[in-house]
């Protein structure tokens, strides 16, 4: 069923599944066995795009992180050489909180905050942020396409969009989060490439260009222009 037409109960259903297990979650999450095998991959290959992008420009720029968990892939972001104030986002204040224990502990709080909130309603002007990344957090959305346009409308002009989530269309993919993933997560859609194809057009992204990488957890990073 396309996440556009499924109703409010549903939709509920699906936040509300998500903040339970990430509330419960946030303390241990980053001892996860996950974090070697499906999230610093994630992590690095964000933090490729955005460095290649950025390393020849001494202007400073701000980034947010949506769905950000612990907050690890902007502190790593906001502790590079790069002249980053970094935001992370999250739906779950527990995550928020490690997330800011964590910034306090390694000296990062100056150049990184977070914000508790929905990714659906970004709590930001129009033309807030250069850069904004989501990483393994998008399958969670019930509406997907609305966070994508909220994406572009807190985009400064040349700004970018980094979306980063599991591949489903493969069949390994397909194992791991049509079948898999969501026999765990139960409420979660890993939308196939062409309609995230579609939400990036639709919300006005240009140049929008997409990598696979990884076999047996295969991610796909797509990346638009504002
Ligand atoms: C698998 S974790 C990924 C965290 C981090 N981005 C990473 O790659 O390690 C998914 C995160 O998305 C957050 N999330 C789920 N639904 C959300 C929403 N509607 N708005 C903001 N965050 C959300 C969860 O609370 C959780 O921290």
Redesign the pocket.
């Known amino acids: 069923m396309a996440l556009s037409k499924i109703g409010y109960e549903r939709s509920e259903q699906m ?1 509300s599944t ?2 339970g297990e ?1 509330e419960a979650w946030a303390s241990s999450y980053d001892a996860s066995p996950l974090q070697r095998f499906l ?1 610093q991959p ?2 690095r290959m964000v933090l490729e795009e955005i460095y290649r992008w950025r390393k020849d420009d001494d202007r400073p720029f701000d980034a947010l ?5 612990t907050g ?2 902007p502190a790593m972001l906001a502790a590079s050489s790069l002249p980053v104030r970094a935001v992370g ?4 204040p527990a ?1 928020c909180t490690v997330g800011e224990k964590k910034a306090r502990e390694t000296g990062l709080d100056d150049r990184l905050s977070f914000v508790a909130a ?3 309603h970004l709590p930001f002007p129009d033309g807030s942020f250069d850069v904004v990344s989501c ?3 998008f399958h ?2 019930p509406h997907q396409e609305t966070v994508v346009k909220e994406i572009r409308r807190i985009l400064r002009p040349g700004g970018r969009f980094l979306l980063i989530d599991g591949f489903r269309d493969n069949v390994i993919g397909w194992v791991v989060f049509d079948m898999i993933v969501k026999a765990v997560e139960k409420e979660v859609f890993h939308a196939p490439w062409p309609t995230i194809d579609g939400y990036f057009r639709r919300a006005g992204f240009q140049a929008i260009r997409r990598r696979k990488f990884g076999f047996w957890l295969p991610l796909l990073l797509t990346v638009g222009e504002a």
């Open positions: 936040k998500a903040m990430f999230f994630a992590y992180d949506i769905g950000c968990g690890t892939l986002l999250d739906y779950s995550m929905d990714s659906e990483s393994n957090s969670h959305y």
